[in-house]
């Protein structure tokens, strides 16, 4: 079968020419002489179609085959001369390029400025598990079983019947436990940065994982505005400006009472930045009597705030950042605009 012949001869001979140019150049010459419209294969198609149909059958996978190799051949010699910049030699005395030092991830560094200004508080920092106990995460924060912060819409359920912690509100239940065995004494003034997930379609401002920052004190005698005066604190100093104003607004979570939802704004900041005007930024509020009686503590003698706030979002806003998916997306193109 003599095409079956010419179409090895023409595997090998683009096998030779491909592997064997030098330069940009010498892989056109080839791919043209033997790719090209008017190149060998178009001949071997030709007779290819000219064959008897009972000889079709065997020689059509073969005919595929060496047109393929050939087509690979041609890219991996492109590829490998893209590789050499212009397919010029390789000039050994160009100086190497400059080693990159690695950055903070821009989620870290917040979550570390954030502890840097709660310590400076005299808070502890603090954390729980990523895989939580509906205990921890729900019920003893005042979430009964029928509520819809439970549905399976929202929450990663694990086979063994834990779930991942939809909120870093669960170390609040595992603090208080500890404190009403007597094994952490009150007060306490404790913030946690960890991240929390939820079962959500991902898009350009949810993510399925992100961080939250928690903060909660259980002391005698607080009120709200020993929690104003801490948010303000804290923000002044994530800022960086010292006309930022904070406004609580009543809201319902399940875990504190009153609960307040927060916005923030500071007039000095530009007018294109978010928070030049009212921004809503938190959730927060007195920690619920029975939330501190669930874990051991008498309410009639301790009191305290708790509040939870999205990371991502005030990384969002302080980077100007517009789509959430940046900072899980590992995109170094991204993330080294960041760095600093
Ligand atoms: N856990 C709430 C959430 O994930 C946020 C939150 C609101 C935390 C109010 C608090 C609080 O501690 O007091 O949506």
Redesign the pocket.
Same mark, same amino acid.
């Given at each position: 079968m003599p095409l079956a012949d010419d179409l090895a001869a023409f595997q090998g001979d683009a096998a030779t020419a491909f592997a064997g140019a030098a330069d940009v150049a010498a892989v056109e010459t080839a791919r043209i002489a033997l790719l090209g419209r008017q190149g060998r294969i178009v001949a071997l198609q030709e007779a290819f179609r000219a064959a008897p149909p009972e000889e079709k059958r065997n020689l059509g996978p073969l005919f595929n085959a060496a047109k393929q190799a050939a087509e690979t051949a041609w890219k991996d010699a492109q590829a490998r001369l893209a590789d050499q910049g212009d397919g010029g030699p390789l000039d050994i005395t160009q100086p190497a390029p400059a080693h990159r030092p690695g950055s903070i991830h821009p989620l870290s560094r917040l979550g570390r400025e954030v502890e840097r200004v709660f310590t400076s508080m005299g808070f502890s920092v603090v954390d729980g598990p990523h895989a939580e106990h509906d205990d921890y995460n729900f019920t003893r924060?005042n979430i009964p079983q029928d509520h819809p912060a439970r549905d399976a819409q929202d929450t990663f359920w694990l086979t063994d019947g834990r779930c991942l912690r $939809?909120? $870093?509100?669960s170390v609040?239940s595992r603090f208080y436990e500890l404190a009403g065995q007597g094994r952490l004494t009150l007060p306490l003034r404790s913030v946690v940065v960890g991240r !929390?997930f939820r079962y959500e379609a991902v898009d350009a401002t949810h993510d399925n994982t992100f961080t939250?920052v928690?903060?909660?004190v259980v002391d005698r005698g607080i009120t709200v505005s020993h929690l104003v005066g801490t948010l303000t604190t804290l923000l002044k100093g994530l800022i960086g400006r010292d006309d930022v104003e904070v406004r609580l607004r009543p /809201?319902y979570?399940p875990? !504190?009472e009153p609960?307040?939802d927060v916005d923030i704004r500071s007039p000095s900041a530009p007018p294109e930045v978010r928070y030049h005007d009212w921004m809503e930024l938190?959730?927060?509020?007195m920690?619920h009597p029975q939330v501190l009686r669930n874990g051991g503590i008498d309410p009639a003698e301790w009191n305290g705030? /708790?509040?939870?706030?999205?990371l991502e979002r005030l990384a969002m806003v302080r980077h100007g950042i517009s789509d959430i998916r940046v900072f899980h997306g590992g995109d170094l193109r991204s993330l080294r605009q960041f760095a600093y």
């Open positions: 924060l $939809t909120h $870093t509100s609040q !929390v939250q928690e903060g909660f /809201a979570y875990f !504190v609960g307040f938190l959730g927060c509020g920690i705030f /708790a509040f939870g706030l999205g």
